[in-house]
């Protein structure tokens, strides 16, 4: 039997996913009304103003790629201007903090990938043949990558393990080669043109979450800013009310849901769904200091505590990720280890400026395939519910263009009825 088509819906969640939702369903002519549960929309991709440092950050420094798809879908759909910063190139510079030794891997922008033959150009250290090991990690198979691949050894310890440990936030070894797969059969497999590194400046907010929002609301959607869902009530194949705290409220026979909630709170309102139980977290540490002129803007640390260095006008940013081994360390130690990484990398001699440490304790799901197994459809076992979010079965680990992707197919499904 046919099913009316929806006429409206309701998105609950303003991280990413909800917010690509919303755009889509928006774009398409549907009537909609956007909950956040917290005071401002973004997640875990947010920004504000830190009284410590004096400046706008971000949570945590989130790296986007020239070829994701979603990531350029979003921003020309809600009119984003501010640009995504980065070299113009498939380069990627590394530090390694243990000798002083310093490179840069350079791609070439086609799908041939001759830049592995050129030592200028690879991995220090590397032969062309170990390359060959790449094409290894491009095949679809539910298994740890560590079963198919040797983890040590030059490239996998100056190129595989710090770019994979970014990719998945999960000890590489254990990661699922099948996410892996899908990240580098979009990326590496198209050549440079869909690797330039690009990093939201001067903030997330501005690159995404604020023309967001902004369109949202020319477009007449309604964005409610903390009010978070307190639960679900289910009738039949349907679910029939929302409660937002002042009691159950009726959902409308025409009416979609879209859940865009982390995981864990997904779980506690829909009954027996399955998600991923098992998370690793992110440590990002921020310092009122800008990179001397000249530096990078992006730089991989090996062999110490910071992993990834982001440089931006008036500050610098450190990443790090699967952080589970650090994240319930001081933050005074946190921020003077890395504030250490930073001045040997770059030949500082300066103290320890005004800084801020930022903890997620529950950054990003464990992306092995055991946990990947568990992630589910946007489809639900009710009629009007749908899922998105990272966490959801998208084929990528948890990243931006993973959450935006989820948004647009918990959309398409909508809009399919």
Known sequence: ???????????????????????????????????????????????????????????????????????????????????????????????????????????????????????????????LADY???????????????????????????LLDPVLLAVLNTPPGEGSLRLTANVLRETIARGGKALHPCVAVPSLAEAFINPALAWLASHGARAELGQRLRALTFEGDRVASLDWGQGPQPVAPDEAVILAVPSWVAQGLVPGLSAPDTFHSIVNAHYDFPLPAGAPPMLGLLGGTAEWVFGFDDRVSVTISAADHLVDSPREEIAQACWNDICRAFGIAAPLPAWQVVKEKRATFSATPEQDAKRPPARTAWRNLFLAGDWTATGLPATIEGALRSGETAAALVMAR
């Open 132 to 158: 060959a090991a790449l094409a290894k990690l491009m095949k679809r198979a539910d298994v740890p990558i560590s079963s198919v691949i040797a983890t040590h050894g030059p490239l996998w310890e100056r």
């Open 1 to 127: 039997m046919s099913r009316a088509p929806f006429s409206r819906a309701t998105v609950v969640g303003g991280g990413l996913a909800g917010l690509s939702s919303a755009v889509q369903l928006t774009r398409a002519g549907l009537p909609l009304a956007l909950h956040e549960g917290a005071r401002q929309a973004g997640g875990r991709c947010r920004s504000y103003h830190d009284s410590q440092i004096g400046k706008v950050i971000d949570n945590g420094n989130h790296l986007v790629l020239s070829g994701n798809g979603a990531v350029a879908r979003f921003r020309a759909t809600v009119g984003a201007t501010t640009p995504l910063a980065g070299p113009g190139s498939a380069s990627f510079a590394f530090h390694d903090l243990r000798d002083g030794s310093g490179w840069t891997l350079r791609m070439n922008e086609g799908p041939l990938p001759w830049w592995v033959a050129v030592p200028s150009r690879r991995v220090p250290g590397t032969r």
